[in-house]
């Protein structure tokens, strides 16, 4: 099946149960082949509601009509988009903020009937769906990928009785290979098992059959399974506490073909749907398991600093409760309409008065203030390990790495900074810049020779950063060595104090809340790097055979992760 016919496929299924499948996650740069996938839209038995990443609780909930209220005298109000059942469209989704992908997954839990399809525009491995959402959405498509000769208009016929899916029956091993599958595949929610039922009863439901067949089950592990799948198949094996397979027959017993029958179709299918989740793994999950992919959950290790909220520039952010002290900026939009509710109370508490009666009334309690989420700039401190060791084995592999990683850098708009140690001490080759030209060039003339004076470049990052922080950018340490130090701060040839020393820099490091990462390019893994890994709390890569594009690819990975 082409990714378009799954396409297909994933939006009949939706139109035929769009409130039990919650929605579809669609990852595709806008463009011809987005644009005819979305106009099928019109096929959900909903109506369909596009909205925008910014969209206030007012647009969602419901509130007062503040136009109308104003012409009316009096209190109307106006009901929000969640008020009835809808197909929402949600374009870049990859900019949902949390609070949003919050409200719009308790909308998707409640049973409202909504259904949501998220346009995630992403091009970045850290630019994605919010997982509160991912979760919810039954789902998946990648269409990146695909050319528009490749597309064909899609033409989705659904009955005009809808299918009754609730009816559909499923045999009771269903959930037990969907579940084995989902667990084989790495996914460790037990929502996308439930989901792929729930698609494979659609499925049934769209041919008019009364129960779910091994065809319905592959269709519904490839659409739902094995886009989620974050292992291959083959690296899972059995888990320990599987139950053991049914006792086999004696020999002696009489032979009953049904009974045979029934036994292989009990075990059968689950080898088939695997087969038919593997076939839609992502693209890049085998390159990720080859180059060791950490995941890295410390803050700041996306593909942009951090937020910083103000009330001056930025993101726009819902308004809230201020007051007027000669800084903030008023909202007068929100600060009208949080006072249009109480203007028929206020204007009786104010007859007799000065104030006069028609009068605008607001008060203290109702004015509201803009705020702005301000991204700061990300750094990318890159402390390289140039001494003898490192020359002798990985220096060249990691000058190629860290020279794509500039790149990918410059591409994304990030500063980057350079720290070399070697001899006795480290030297701040590069400070932040974004001069790609640059970078390459004071890279290539790194020269490589002498000790290894790991806690030197250390603290040469520490400081570094530390002067970043006060400019407000989001520094990132990442440290590439083979982890044999054996110079200390104050210059002497001292295992011992060495390795005491690069310690205390590093827990200073995790003090200073620094996201990190740690690159062992020694022919043999270090316990001594794993340790400091786990002192700076960053992730530890042990990349002994990788050439420049595959370390590359598992730095870029891991920081984006």
Excluded at 131 to 155: F, K, Q
Aim: glycine share 8%.
């Amino acid at each position: 099946m082409t990714p378009w016919e799954r396409a297909t496929l994933a939006l009949r299924l939706l139109a035929a149960d769009p409130a039990g499948l919650g929605g579809l996650w669609l990852r595709a740069r806008s463009g011809p082949v987005r644009d005819r996938f979305v106009a099928g839209l019109e096929a959900l038995p909903l109506p369909v509601r596009k909205i925008h990443t910014g969209i206030a609780d007012e647009q969602l909930y419901g509130g007062v009509d503040l136009s109308a209220t104003l012409g009316a005298g009096k209190v109307v109000w106006q009901s929000g988009l969640l008020a009835r059942p809808a197909a929402i469209v949600l374009p870049m989704a990859e900019r949902c903020s949390p609070g949003l992908a919050a409200r719009l997954a308790l909308a998707l839990e409640e049973g409202q009937g909504h259904c949501l399809v998220a346009l995630d525009e992403g091009a970045e491995p850290d630019e994605a769906l919010p997982h509160a959402l991912a979760e919810r959405l039954a789902l998946h498509l990648d269409l990146d990928a695909v050319a528009y000769g490749e597309t064909v208009p899609l033409s989705i016929e659904i009955p005009r009785v809808p299918p009754d899916v609730a009816s559909v029956r499923a045999p009771d091993s269903a959930v037990r290979d969907l579940t084995a599958i989902a667990l084989r595949l790495g996914i460790d929610s037990l929502r996308p098992p439930l989901f792929a039922l729930r698609a494979a009863k659609a499925h049934a439901a769209l041919d008019g059959r009364p129960e779910v067949t091994t065809d319905d089950l592959g269709r519904a592990a490839a659409l739902v399974l094995g886009p989620r799948a974050t292992q291959a198949p083959e690296a899972a094996g059995e888990p320990d506490d599987a139950p053991p397979p049914p006792p086999s027959e004696p020999p002696d017993a009489p032979e009953d073909s049904s009974d045979a029958q029934g036994e292989d179709d009990l075990r059968l299918p689950e080898e088939i749907l695997l087969e038919a989740a593997a076939a839609t793994l992502p693209r890049d999950l085998l390159e990720r398991l080859a180059a060791g992919r950490a995941a890295c959950t410390q803050a700041g290790t996306s593909g942009t600093g951090a937020g910083k909220k103000g009330n001056r520039r930025g993101r726009p952010l819902p308004s809230r409760p201020g007051k007027l002290d000669g800084e903030s900026h008023v909202d007068m939009i929100a600060t009208l309409r949080a006072a249009a509710p109480w203007q028929p109370v206020r204007r009786v508490q104010a007859k007799g008065r000065a104030t006069g009666a028609q009068r605008l009334h607001v008060r203290p309690p109702d004015i509201r203030t803009k705020r702005y989420q301000e991204q700061s700039d990300r750094l990318l401190i890159f402390v390289v390990d140039a001494s003898g060791s490192a020359a002798m084995t990985r220096l060249a592999e990691a000058k190629g790495a860290v020279e794509l990683l500039l790149g990918e850098a410059y591409a994304r708009r990030d500063h980057v900074a350079l720290v070399a140690f070697r001899g006795e001490g480290a030297e701040v080759l590069l400070p932040p810049t974004r001069s790609l030209v640059q970078t390459k060039r004071r890279l290539a003339a790194l020269p490589g020779g002498g000790g290894t004076p790991l806690a030197a470049g250390l603290k040469a990052a520490l400081d570094l950063a530390r002067t970043a922080q006060g400019r407000g950018m989001t520094p990132t340490v990442a440290v590439l060595t083979d982890g044999r130090a054996n110079i200390a701060l104050d210059g002497s040839a001292n295992r011992a104090a060495a390795a005491a020393d690069a310690t205390q820099l590093a827990r200073a490091i995790r003090g200073l809340g620094l996201p990190g990462l740690v690159i062992d390019v020694s022919p043999r893994p270090q316990p001594a790097l794993k340790t400091l890994a786990a002192e700076m709390s960053a992730p530890y890569l042990a990349l002994p055979r990788a050439d420049a594009k595959r370390l590359s690819t598992a730095v870029a990975a891991s920081l984006d992760a």
